[in-house]
């Protein structure tokens, strides 16, 4: 099966430099790779994700991109602000179309911005 | 209008007992998850369904039964609940059967945190 790491486990920064989290999957068969982000006592949600056909995406101060080649993936957030503070989770798909889908996920980054 | 509800929001209960968590979601996907999220917040897929089937089912104990009466709900039952139990259960649901787009994003509900005593 898949898996996946996450890289670093905690990340502190001051407010307006960049941030960084990088994740390694094993699974070539993978093509689908989400990043979602967890505030306190709330549930992950989707910030940004991309597909193996694509090798950079950007919305707004959030890139991410994928090196299939080396399977590893990475998130970018640019301008970071105190709002940014929280658990980032990656994830890897394996599956296309229709059918049963699997998510796993690495085990989060917790972002911290500094004011 | 909240998309992925659950309830309780907490739950605490004596070892032994057997309890359920609710989970309804009104975004007309046709799958929906179980996730459990443990003390270090490690998000581990316990179940999905797809079109009131189960389609995956990881090593989780058969304590632990989803019950489906609708493609809006996915239940999860828990039997004899043990202390390894306590962590926040997560209910999740995605549209599978799309084009284009970001067809499989999962979206989450806010969680019940268990705990058992």
């Known amino acids: 099966g898949e898996n996946v790491e996450q890289h670093p486990s905690t990340l502190s920064v001051q407010e307006g430099d960049s941030a960084v989290i990088k994740c390694t999957y094993s699974?070539?068969?993978?093509?689908?790779f989400p990043w979602y982000k967890q505030e306190l006592g709330k549930g992950p949600q989707l910030i940004i994700d991309i597909r193996s056909n694509v090798g950079e995406k950007k919305d707004q101060r959030i890139a991410v991109t994928l090196n299939k080649t080396a399977k590893h993936f990475s998130l970018h957030i640019t301008e970071t602000q105190p709002e940014d503070s929280a658990v980032y989770f990656c994830?890897?798909?394996?599956?296309?179309?229709?059918?049963?889908?699997?998510?796993?996920f690495g085990k989060g980054t917790k972002l911290s911005v500094i004011p | 209008d909240t998309a992925v509800s659950q309830t309780p929001k907490y739950l605490v209960t004596q070892m032994g007992n057997d309890k359920s968590i609710k989970c309804e979601q009104n975004l007309g996907h046709d799958t929906m998850y179980w996730y459990k999220q443990d003390s270090k917040k490690f998000l581990k897929i316990m179940f999905s369904y797809n079109n009131k089937e189960l389609i995956i089912n990881e090593t989780v104990p058969n304590r632990f039964s989803p019950k489906s009466p609708d493609k809006a709900h996915l239940n999860l039952h828990i039997n004899s609940l043990e202390l390894g139990d306590s962590a926040v259960y997560f209910c999740a649901s995605s549209q599978e059967s799309g084009l284009g787009g970001s067809y499989n994003e999962q979206f989450f509900g806010p969680g019940t945190r268990l705990t058992v005593l």
């Open positions: 994830a890897a798909n394996p599956y296309s179309g229709a059918g049963s889908y699997q998510l796993t």
């Open positions: 699974d070539s068969a993978s093509n689908y």
